[in-house]
Nanobody
Framework: QVQLVESGGGLVQAGCSLRLSCAAS????????MGWFRQASGKGREYVAV????????YYTDSVKGRFNISKDNTKDTAYLQMGSLKPEDTDVYFC?????????????????WGQGTQVTVSS
């Protein structure tokens, strides 16, 4: 079992930055690839960014490329999503998730464990 806890969400103005954190416990974070997903009320989750187990490969959905950066620190069992130049359309609940094995996936069903989510609200 892996427990994930997100933090760092909040209310910011458009153009500002936020850094989300995902702290893992229960099993070594280095065993897992991970991803950040987001979900608007009444909609399904969409992937935002994913990273492989080693942290060497990352993928971003087109709408956040050049603005967001995903990273993971296996020594701290923590992953991050640095979000810059935030837009109102980035407003969502953000979730971190991990999956066993070395490779990242863009599909939410491939992830085994999920955090509870953190709200990000960007005002115009």
């Amino acid at each position: 079992q892996v427990q994930l806890v997100e933090s760092g969400g909040g209310l910011v103005q458009a153009g500002c930055s936020l850094r989300l954190s995902c702290a893992a416990s229960g099993r070594p974070f280095s065993n897992y690839a991970m991803g950040w997903f987001r979900q608007a009320s009444g909609k399904g989750r969409e992937y935002v960014a994913v990273i492989d187990r080693s942290g060497g490969s990352t993928y971003y959905t087109d709408s956040v490329k050049g603005r967001f950066n995903i990273s993971k620190d296996n020594t701290k069992d923590t992953a991050y999503l640095q979000m810059g130049s935030l837009k109102p359309e980035d407003t969502d609940v953000y979730f971190c998730a991990v999956r066993s094995g070395p490779w990242a996936s863009l599909r939410e069903n491939d992830y085994n464990y999920w955090g509870q989510g953190t709200q990000v609200t960007v005002s115009s």
